[in-house]
């Protein structure tokens, strides 16, 4: 017989904050007033743009006659239920939209907006790995911008200048020192 390994539940992972969440108890997206703005941006182009381009195509391809094998019209259908899906997504975010300010009020720990400059103990490097905690929406690593529910970001939350700590990433344990927050 088989024993299984039964995992014992993290007592280091933190409540989320309400921050985190609408009135209405909903997820909320966390997101600078700048990336609200590419948002809507996104979504108005989307609306007053696209729809019109696919429904232009739809009509086009409907006039070349018998729809069973018409390659065109099953494109132009795929790309209206894609427009129309990214539509209800950006809604969603923009109707569930909380703006984090990236001129927070000064703290002593992480929090969203907060720039870190970590030195990687594992690697033993002396570059420092800047980072700005904010919303999964924004994240972009390669911009220095990682999301607060990566485990990099989640691990960095509330967490104080001089602390270690360890993340498990997908490459193995990382242990980071944090440096300087601003």
Known sequence: MVKKKIAKKDSTKKPLSDEFYTKDGKKATLITREGLEKLNEELSHLKDVKRREVAARIKEAISYGDLS??????????????????ILELEHKVKNAK?????????KTVQLGTTVHLKNITKKKDELEVYTIVGSTEA????????????????????????????VVPAGVVEYKIMKMS
């Open 69 to 86: 094998e018409n390659s065109e019209y099953e494109e132009a259908k795929n790309e209206q239920a894609f427009v129309e899906g990214r």
């Open 99 to 107: 703006i984090i300010s990236g001129k927070r009020k000064i703290t």
């Open 140 to 167: 972009d690593p390669l911009e220095g911008k990682i999301s607060n529910e990566s485990p990099v970001g989640n691990a960095l939350l509330d967490r104080a200048k001089g602390d270690l700590i360890k993340v």
